[in-house]
């Protein structure tokens, strides 16, 4: 019932920059937090950073100072600006939604983002 359609990702040299993109689509009519996570090669999957419907943030600390996520919430939409980018940044980003009435998450396929040096 819901979709999430992410955009942006590539490869990038390092101290390039990139903006990830993520629009939800479906049957939800309520949106809570949103947020990007980013899995490695051979690693979890972790959070880099989340939003607030209110618009509160919260970031991986490897990535503060760098990355900025903000949110359009008349067009369920959360982006990722990435700048500064190392080669440690390289994976697999997920872009991840909570409804917000019942309280379940959904997640994009992931975009892959390779950052050489």
């Known amino acids: 019932q819901v979709q999430l359609v992410e955009s942006g990702g590539g490869l990038v040299q390092a101290g390039g920059s990139l903006r990830l993109s993520c629009a939800a689509s479906g049957r939800i009519f309520s949106i809570g937090t949103m947020g990007w996570y980013r899995q490695a090669p051979g690693k979890q999957r972790d959070l880099v950073a989340a939003?607030?419907?209110?618009?509160?943030?919260n970031y991986a600390d490897s990535v503060k100072g760098r990355f900025t996520i903000s949110r359009d919430n008349s067009k369920n939409t959360v982006d990722l600006q990435m700048t500064s980018l190392k080669p440690e940044d390289t994976g697999v980003y997920y872009c991840n939604v909570e409804h917000g009435v019942l309280r379940s998450y959904y997640w994009g396929q992931g975009t892959q983002v390779t950052v050489s040096s």
């Open positions: 939003i607030t419907r209110g618009g509160d943030t």
